[in-house]
């Protein structure tokens, strides 16, 4: 069924179609419609799962987590500060391999205040132990919600669907949404370990040496690598369910490219058509979008990459005293590349500023004309 | 009296613990465990519960258990208990034992928000009156004068009324208890575990280590500070409703106070600072009933 809906009303609706069992939440802009709307929900019976309205997001994970190790699908929604002071138990969560589920509307991070999209909340939980998936509009957002829980229950790891303030989560877009019986034939009934079972009594997360805590580290790697397996096949296997997928990064126009546009998330739409332009004027110019974050997809990018001389990367956060830090990442994935890369970084859309067609003409313009790279990241500064 | 082998409850915290020599909490959670039963669930977080629980991969207790963050005991059980129902499991009950550190200071303000949704499980503040695990650093439940590492000429402030701020959520049932009255103790968790909702219990448990006194006074020390009335026995019922459990013999505080090298400093004046806060409370206490 088509509906013309937000992106937190998207997420909503799919965390309703994943017969979520427990949604413990706090409000914040701009994530709270996703809260209420499960709360109209549960108040009209039409959830299935139970809500908790905990006094803090740090509370709100730590119900999640501890819900999901007794057993049950639990999901959580937050942005920005909340994300922040949940941080303590994000890796809490993902060292007791509790599989909960997050959507992070992306918002900046005082000081100062402010209420639009910027990544640096999500990425500054990038060493958490959390998959992170950045989507592109509502329709990804709304699918990558019901991939996620296939995901983290298959590998036992926390998993974030990400999405930017205001260009997703108050834009209204037509999305595709299933039916409950075609929801249930992809996404099963919840199976996942009992941690707390009276008959069989064990002791979750206790203190460990040094050499236990090391090989629990181990596993956790593990099970991280894995994923970008699992998160694959499970997007393939959307796929054949309804039609649509995601990959773990998307490449369009590389063919001869001279130079790669590297973006994710909203700028990517806005880079589609900017690029198709660039391309009928004759530049030979591809875009590669990085979907997932967390497990990072270094060997694929490192293939994609591997004919294309010239990288640019841009983007909506920053690691203060180093640069964007998808920039950082893909660099690192790059360095034991055969032939060197020369990956440019420019920052755009920072603190919610509008990222248009003229802008990323702009950058890839000047990443192919560019003599020497530089190691600072060029700001593509609104003029105010 | 003998107590017949099949009538006997089973012991849930196993020989075999972390604590210290004649650990009041060791005491303490074997009676509440005991009382409790191993068909529960506890949580426990920082704080000498959890080392009394064992490091992995021994377990002291016979429970399924969860060792959580420092400041969610609260949220932690809610979130098992809320699963537990919709697994169908509601007659299992969820316990958290908790410090008086993470209870009175860090845990305040996730405590006060599931006692406030009325979530529903067992909170047992284990209160040894500093942070002992980190060794004897003062929180605001040590009391005024005592010695601790980070108040070494007495703490200046009263211990926080953590049962006050308790009775204020209106939860149905908050109870003071200690480990030299074990038969109170006992009745308290057993009456507990038959209600629902959020359950409070104040569980004063005396620290050789961090009092300064001999590893076998942990007993004593717990029926001074109750027949002194510097730490009465009492329950809260829906918020408002007191009930004293035990009258106390009214002995002067210095009974108390002198078995502990932590009140070794005091100057008869504090003494008697003490003897008159301790009678205000008591008062107090006798006017809500």
Request: hydrophobic share 40%.
């Amino acid at each position: 069924m088509k509906k013309f809906i937000t992106g937190n009303h998207a997420v909503a609706e799919a965390v309703r179609l994943c017969r979520t069992q427990i949604v413990a939440a706090y409000p914040i802009t701009p994530q709270t419609p996703i809260y209420e709307k499960l709360s109209d929900w549960e108040a009209a019976g039409e959830l299935g799962g139970i809500m908790m309205r905990t006094e803090s997001e740090h509370s709100a994970m730590a119900a999640c987590l501890s819900a999901s190790l007794a057993g049950v699908r639990a999901f959580t929604a937050t942005s920005s500060q909340g994300l922040a002071l949940m941080h303590e138990m994000l890796h809490f969560a993902s060292g007791c391999r509790a599989p909960v589920v997050m959507a992070c509307v992306n918002r900046t991070l005082a000081a100062p205040w402010a209420f639009w999209s910027d990544q640096t909340d999500s990425l500054s939980q990038r060493d958490t132990g959390w998959i992170q998936i950045y989507c592109e509009d509502n329709q990804e957002v709304f699918d990558s919600v019901i991939q996620a829980f296939r995901i983290a229950e298959g590998v036992l790891l926390p998993c974030m669907v990400v999405l930017e303030a205001n260009y997703i989560s108050h834009f209204m877009e037509p999305i595709e949404v299933p039916e409950q019986e075609q929801t249930d034939r992809f996404l099963p009934p919840v199976k996942i370990p009992e941690r707390f079972d009276v008959d069989n009594p064990s002791f979750v997360a206790p203190v460990v040496s040094q050499v236990q805590f090391e090989a629990f580290r181990h596993l956790s790697y593990e099970a991280m690598s894995n994923a970008l397996d699992v998160i694959e096949e499970v997007d393939r296997d959307f796929g054949d369910h309804f039609g649509r997928n995601y990959g773990l990064v998307e490449a369009v126009g590389l063919d001869g490219a001279e130079l790669a546009l590297v973006t994710t998330a909203t700028i990517t739409s806005t880079a589609r058509v900017a690029l198709a332009g660039l391309r009928e004027k004759g530049h030979r110019v591809g875009l590669v979008k990085i979907r997932v974050f967390r497990p990072f997809p270094t060997r694929i990018l490192r293939e994609i990459l591997e004919p294309v001389p010239r990288v640019a990367v841009l983007e909506r956060n920053l690691s203060l005293g180093r640069e964007g830090i998808f920039c950082s990442e893909l660099k690192a994935a790059l360095v034991n590349s055969e032939k060197p890369h020369h990956v440019q970084g420019y920052l755009a859309g920072m603190g919610g500023t509008n990222v248009d067609p003229d802008l990323i003409e702009r950058v890839v313009i000047d990443a192919l004309s560019r003599e020497r790279v530089s190691d600072e990241p060029i700001w593509m500064m609104e003029k105010k | 009296m003998v107590v017949k082998a099949q009538s006997r409850p089973a012991e849930v915290l196993r020989p075999g613990h972390a604590g210290c020599p004649g650990c009041g909490h060791a005491m303490g959670m074997r009676m509440v465990l005991r009382a409790l039963g191993n068909r529960a669930v506890v949580v426990v977080v920082p704080s000498c519960v959890a080392v009394i629980s064992g490091p992995y991969p021994y377990a002291a207790l016979n429970v399924p258990m969860f060792h959580s963050a420092f400041e969610i005991a609260a949220p932690t059980a809610a979130g098992i208990s809320q699963a537990l129902k919709i697994q169908g499991k509601d007659d299992i009950p969820v316990l958290a034992f908790a410090g008086d550190g993470g209870t009175f200071d860090i845990g305040l303000q996730s405590l006060s928000g599931a006692a406030d949704r009325n979530e529903d499980f067992i909170y047992v503040c284990m209160d040894n009156e500093a942070y002992m695990n980190t060794g004897i650093q003062v929180s605001s439940a040590t009391p005024r004068y005592a010695w601790t590492g980070t108040s070494p000429m007495g703490n200046t402030r009263r211990k926080k009324h953590i049962m006050e701020i308790m009775a204020a959520h209106r939860i149905p049932y908050a109870a003071t208890a200690c480990i030299g009255f074990a038969d109170d103790l006992t009745a308290k968790v057993k009456k507990a575990k038959e209600m629902r909702g959020t359950r409070f219990l104040h569980l004063l448990s005396p620290c050789p280590t961090g009092w300064k006194m001999e590893q076998h006074l942990s007993p004593k020390a717990a029926v001074a500070a109750v027949e002194t009335n510097i730490f009465p026995l009492y329950e809260i019922f829906g918020g408002s409703e007191y009930v004293i459990n035990y009258r106390s013999k009214g002995l002067p505080v210095e009974t108390y106070l002198s078995l502990q090298g932590r009140y070794r400093h005091l100057r008869p004046e504090d003494v008697k600072s003490i003897q008159a806060e301790t009678d205000r409370n008591w008062e107090e206490l006798k006017r809500r009933v």
